[in-house]
């Protein structure tokens, strides 16, 4: 949920719609593109279906263009790596049960648009 909400709001960011939000250092990924609305669109138009698949509706007219399937983006390992370990810490702080049970023996699959390369985590990331 916080991450449809978060890219709507890049993607309004992106198209110049509001001042708020403007150097999050994110951004720099779909900033770094020939075409950062179709990236970002092409994003959260992932994140829907995910949403569609789990039961849940995401209002996709809210999204500026439509899915282009072959928009890919690269992530280093070491970004993914991180990312997980701090989503882990979090949910482990705020529900054991439900983090023992769903992510202690998982490993993190990256956003469809995304191909893994090795790396480490992303300049822009604050450590």
């Not at 263009?65 to 072959?70: A, D, I, M, V, W």
């Not at 928009?71 to 991180?82: E, M, P, R």
């Not at 049970?101 to 490993?107: G, I, P, R």
Request: proline fraction near 9%.
């Amino acid at each position: 949920m916080a991450g449809w909400r978060e890219g709507l709001l890049a993607q309004k960011v992106l198209a110049g719609e509001t001042t708020g939000y403007r150097n999050h250092p994110q951004l720099l990924r779909f900033r770094a593109t020939d075409d950062p609305i179709r990236a970002i669109t092409s994003y959260l138009w992932r994140l829907a279906e995910e949403a569609d698949r789990r039961g849940y509706t995401f209002r996709s007219d809210k999204l500026l263009r439509p899915l282009e399937p072959s928009v890919s983006l690269t992530l280093a390992q070491g970004q993914l790596d991180y990312e997980w370990a701090h989503l882990c810490r979090k949910v482990e702080q705020r529900d054991p049960p439900w983090f023992r049970a769903h992510l202690a023996a998982s490993a993190p699959r990256p956003h469809p648009m995304f191909t893994l390369i090795p790396g480490p985590v992303a300049e822009w990331e604050i450590v």
